[in-house]
């Protein structure tokens, strides 16, 4: 038999989307603007130097962004590997149709939004929040990022007791609460309630934000939690399990699998944290198991904050530590390394980006090879036919 790891740089886009117009996302490229910024030493990146990241280089990252968007991005020489550019075809550029997506299910019907006023969220929806929850009421009932709302309610929803709530351009309803003041089980009995009045409005996820500090010094804890909407057909995790292997979830994939076909969940405080929990379950892993790994901060800390410096210092920090991960490879095992949608750090707004994303395979088995253009779901699939397991209804296998 074999072992199988997907690993998951949540908004490493490569652009190139031949849909991206319809999401106003025409031309973003969240690798290759990064690598952009830092090679021509421009000011808000704060550092002198071309991105370093030979070793994603060497697996491929370089040439995949050459094949999306027509160039090898600056300081990277575009090395062959075994590599592939990935599209989706989900109608969405959010976290669970991205990663449902790269299991080998697209998602087959339009989430739901919020519109882009004040307030947000209907009087209906949040009245019966209040009610069912017990709230004195509630804060923001916007679109925002996390940090900026916070800082601009975190007094008052102190002195208040009433949560703060807020949306984006994805499916998501964003509860933050301070964990002391507030309280964690709290929050996320608050989180639970609004789950439950949200699945009619095909709302893809409702999480939970705590925080902590005072006097406007607030910092976002890991103690984040995902309810999500379980994804509609079994999934590459599904059958893992069915199969009598096991699916160990690394970082927030169990949640956005609303825990659907996991086995095991192991969960860290930021991504190097997460790279370690990754390593071990690498040494775990027996014949038949699937490690399905997201790290978040790319997305979470830095795509969403427009944060370039802080953006490239993480791929930076990944591909120093992908050597651990490459040398734990056994024969029998594969290894692919991608994206679920972009994050562009120079672009508008605060939102995710429609991009292609790189699709970069290792393995003691595996030889350099330039596969092209594959959908997400094929990802799935690949892994799938390493594992021994029957082909699925959507995708198809490329090694």
């Not at 090898?72 to 062959?80: D, E, F, I, T, Y």
Request: aromatic share 8%.
């Amino acid at each position: 038999m074999a072992r199988a790891f997907l690993f998951v740089m949540d908004s490493v886009g490569i652009g190139g989307a031949p849909d991206a117009a319809a999401f106003g996302d025409e031309g973003a490229d969240t690798f290759g603007h990064i690598a952009e910024a830092c090679a021509a030493n421009r000011a808000e990146v704060g550092r002198s130097g071309p991105l370093k990241t030979p070793n994603l280089d060497a697996l491929g990252i370089g040439a995949a962004s050459a094949h999306s968007i027509g160039k090898v991005p600056p300081g990277l020489q575009g090395a062959s590997g075994c590599w592939a550019v990935g599209q989706e075809v989900s109608n969405g550029k959010d976290t669970p149709s991205g990663h449902w997506e790269l299991s080998g299910v697209p998602v087959p019907f339009d989430w739901g939004y919020f519109p882009v006023r004040v307030p947000a969220f209907s009087a209906d929806l949040i009245a019966e929040l209040e009610k069912r929850a017990n709230l004195p009421g509630v804060l923001g009932q916007k679109h925002s990022n996390g940090v900026a709302i916070v800082s601009e309610f975190a007094n008052e929803h102190i002195s208040s007791g009433k949560p703060i709530i807020y949306t984006s351009a994805d499916s998501v309803f964003q509860i933050a609460a301070h964990e002391n003041h507030f309280g964690l089980e709290r929050l996320y009995e608050v989180c639970e309630v609004a789950r439950q009045l949200l699945y009619p409005l095909s709302i893809g996820r409702v999480i939970a934000r705590p925080f902590t500090g005072e006097d406007g010094a607030w910092t976002r804890t890991p103690n984040r939690r995902d309810y999500a909407i379980a994804p509609p057909e079994p999934t590459l995790c599904d059958r893992v399990v069915a199969a009598g292997g096991r699916t160990i979830a690394i970082g927030k994939t169990g949640d956005i699998f609303a825990h659907q076909g996991i086995s095991e969940a192991r969960k860290g405080p930021d991504d190097m944290a997460l790279f370690d929990r990754t390593l071990d379950a690498m040494v775990d892993a027996k014949d038949g198991d699937f490690v399905f790994a997201n790290f978040v901060e790319f997305d979470s800390l830095y795509g969403h904050l427009r944060d370039v410096p802080g953006y490239a210092k993480a791929l930076e920090q990944f591909d120093t530590r992908l050597p651990e991960a490459l040398e734990r490879l056994r024969d029998g095992d594969l290894l692919i390394i991608t994206a679920d949608h972009g994050n562009d750090p120079t672009w508008t707004g605060s939102d995710h980006t429609r991009e292609q994303v790189p699709v970069l395979c290792a393995g003691p088995a595996v030889t350099d090879r330039n596969i092209g253009t594959v959908g997400f779901a094929d990802v799935g699939e690949t892994l799938a036919a390493h594992l021994g397991l029957s082909p699925g209804a959507h995708g198809k296998a490329f090694l």
